[in-house]
């Protein structure tokens, strides 16, 4: 397998050209089943396996999980911001200087816990969204680039099938 097919196995994100309410629909199914289909991924690991990287060179996936519950915490903040201000500049964070901090090395059910209930907030938020809602959108200070909230919601749906592939990587190194 190649390098790159390791590092993004669900491919690279491209943002859409278009976006139909059935994408939208779709993407945020996506955030909805997130925690539940990740919590099933890992749910029979020990720890040590919990500490087995997607790749060399990888998180572990004890680092995924954590970096999920951060990221999409991250992200949830991001849309609320969005959805009350105009065009928000976001406050960027180092995920790699996270993904290093002791809390990274702790059990992943804080983590799990952490997702299922932003989540249940984020998909309740997103159903509730017209299409005015979807417009709204916040500025990436290091990129300078204004995004929608709608393209934040692909990208994020994306990260979640990124990270979701990253644990069956592990996983196929676990069991063989």
């Known amino acids: ?3 790159d097919l390791l590092k993004y196995p669900v491919g690279t994100f491209t943002a859409p050209a278009s976006y139909t309410p059935e994408d939208l ?17 890992i749910v029979n690991l020990n720890e040590k396996q919990l500490d087995t990287p997607y790749r060399t060179g990888g998180w572990t996936i004890r680092q995924v999980v954590h970096h999920c519950a951060d990221s ?7 849309f609320k911001w969005a959805l009350t201000e105009e065009n928000p ?11 290093l901090l002791p809390d990274y090395r702790m059990p992943v059910e804080s983590s799990l816990k952490i997702l299922e209930g932003l989540h249940l907030h984020w998909g309740a938020l997103l159903d509730s969204f017209g299409e005015d809602e979807w417009r ?8 300078g680039k204004t995004m929608q909230l709608k393209t934040a919601l692909a990208l994020y749906a ?3 099938k990124h990270h979701l592939g ?3 990587q592990a996983l196929k190194l676990i069991n063989h």
């Open 1 to 3: 397998m190649t390098d």
């Open 72 to 78: 999409h915490m991250n992200c949830l903040l991001r």
């Open 136 to 143: 709204r959108t916040f500025t990436h200070p290091a990129t």
């Open 158 to 160: 994306w990260h979640s």
């Open 89 to 99: 500049t976001i406050k960027p964070y180092e995920e790699a200087d996270w993904a």
């Open 25 to 41: 629909r779709k993407w945020t199914k996506t955030i909805k089943e997130f925690p539940g289909k990740l919590r099933h991924a």
């Open 166 to 168: 990253h644990v069956t």
